[in-house]
């Protein structure tokens, strides 16, 4: 399977951005599908995650209210709409799909990754 980021870009605070992440490749069932960040010297981080059974979702409380985690099945797409944005939510941002756990875990339970896209806020 192959997940491929893209909607990243330079944004000004306040502002918003869609990020996609398009699914290619063989068929693997995923328990969860979710969206980490990562800025240079820090632990990377869940941000939003989608139960793939009943589409229940979960947010980090940094980004409550702010962002919106949603599929295309169809396309086999899932999109991060991030709105409000502020400087410290700049980041590499990547997509995840995870075969072991059904919520919002730890990078090492995901098992499949895209290869990231840049957000950067401007003040």
């Known amino acids: 399977v192959q997940l491929v980021e893209s909607g990243g870009g330079l944004v000004q605070a306040g502002g918003s951005l869609r990020l996609s992440c398009a699914a290619s490749?063989?068929?693997?069932?995923?328990?969860?599908i979710a969206w980490f960040r990562q800025v240079p010297g820090k632990e990377r981080e869940a941000v939003s995650c989608?139960?793939?059974?009943?589409?229940?979702?979960e947010y980090a409380d940094s980004v409550k209210g702010r962002f919106t985690i949603s599929t295309d099945n169809a396309k086999n797409t899932v999109y991060l709409e991030m709105n409000s944005l502020r400087p410290e939510d700049t980041a590499v941002y990547y997509c995840?799909?995870?075969?072991?756990?059904?919520?919002?875990?730890?990078?090492?339970?995901?098992?499949?990754w895209g290869q990231g896209t840049q957000v950067t806020v401007s003040t």
């Open positions: 995840a799909g995870s075969t072991q756990v059904s919520w919002m875990g730890a990078p090492h339970e995901f098992d499949d």
């Open positions: 490749g063989f068929a693997r069932y995923y328990y969860a």
């Open positions: 989608m139960r793939t059974a009943d589409g229940r979702t």
